[in-house]
């Protein structure tokens, strides 16, 4: 298997055959369900969890808004978080304070409680691991699916794409990227990790009569929109030339090679509606862009660059983790 995430192949073939069933489950695990919804009555509780696995620094945070963005993408109030750490050999208090108090920056701003977890430090990893579960809320007429979504369905997309792969490249690989970018342009594209949460968004969109959402996370932009249209059973369009992308975004990969559409993008919001001028309108008074970047519809799925039609295919690999994979010329 290479690195990253499963693929949906293997997802399908290997993994959910083995979960099991019941019938208080609403919103069973499935490709592009980033969170399942259970029923507790009038309300439903929430449930997700992600490992942050590709960044060096700014873990805590990544892994608190990460985690409650997939809630926020249902359309549940975050509850709480609980947070593993797993520590490589030789990491010492001082590390471990550090990714909490990024942590407890994060649930701050998110309005979220750190309720419990797990540390250790184990030979099984080379660098820190943090993996988060967290716990939300939604009435139960009120949780949004991104199984929802329907054909003739617009597909808005808030923010930018390749927010949070920009920041950790920013960061991690600020030696390679500083003879071509300005240190000043470094500086920006680090401090995007404050627009990690779609939190906002996601509160937003679950009161503006969307039916389905999803967050863009590994696999970028063309990833995130083929499982929105995976999980709800449709085809979409994909207008790749009027997805946003940072100037940022843009200069650092194309001093690396990469394509932004490919790149870890959480920060961004999808979602399918029925009536995109009204849900614009209100995310833009909110302060928050967005922009209509396709449409789902019955029949195949395509992205269209520069005027020419190709299929859209979940990415074999997020274009961090391509770079990972890909020995420096240095």
């Not at 990893?125 to 009120?142: D, E, F, H």
């Not at 949780?143 to 794409?161: E, Q």
């Not at 932009?221 to 249209?229: H, N, R, S, Y």
């Not at 650092?252 to 399918?272: E, N, T």
Request: proline fraction near 7%; charge should be negative.
């Amino acid at each position: 298997m290479k690195v990253g995430k499963s693929s949906p192949r293997t997802l399908q073939s290997r993994v959910y055959p083995h979960l099991g069933h019941r019938p208080d489950v609403l919103v069973h695990a499935g490709i592009g369900q980033d969170s399942a919804v259970l029923d507790f009555g009038p309300e439903v509780c929430v449930v997700t969890c992600d490992p942050i696995t590709g960044a060096a620094d700014h873990l805590g945070r990544l892994a608190v808004h990460v985690a409650c963005n997939d809630l926020a993408a249902a359309g549940a109030e975050p509850i709480g978080v609980l947070l593993t750490l797993l520590l490589p050999r030789g990491a010492g208090e001082r590390d471990l304070e550090l990714i909490m108090r990024d942590a407890g920056r994060a649930a701050r701003e998110v309005g979220v409680e750190i309720v419990g977890g797990h540390t250790e430090v184990t030979p099984a990893v080379t660098q820190s691991v943090v993996v988060a579960a967290a716990v939300g809320r939604a009435p139960r007429a009120g949780f949004v699916s991104a199984a929802g979504g329907r054909p003739g369905d617009t597909v808005v997309m808030t923010k930018s794409a390749g927010i949070e792969g920009t920041a950790i490249l920013a960061s991690d690989y600020a030696e390679r990227l500083l003879p071509a970018l300005a240190p000043s342009l470094l500086e920006r594209a680090r401090s995007l990790v404050r627009m990690i949460s779609v939190v906002p968004e996601g509160r937003i969109a679950a009161r503006s009569g969307v039916t389905a959402m999803h967050d863009v996370t590994e696999g970028g932009v063309l990833t995130g929109v083929w499982e929105l249209a995976e999980a709800s059973g449709c085809g979409v369009r994909l207008d790749c030339d009027a997805v946003p992308v940072l100037e940022e975004t843009r200069a650092i990969c194309r001093v690396l090679g990469l394509d932004p559409l490919g790149l870890i993008g959480s920060g961004a919001l999808l979602a399918a509606t029925p009536d995109p001028d009204r849900l614009c309108a209100r995310l833009r008074e909110g302060g928050i862009e967005c922009a209509v970047v396709g449409e789902l519809r019955a029949g195949p799925r395509v992205q269209i660059r520069e005027g020419k039609p190709t299929p859209l295919e979940p990415s074999a690999r997020d274009e961090l983790f391509r770079l990972i994979d890909t020995p420096s010329d240095d």
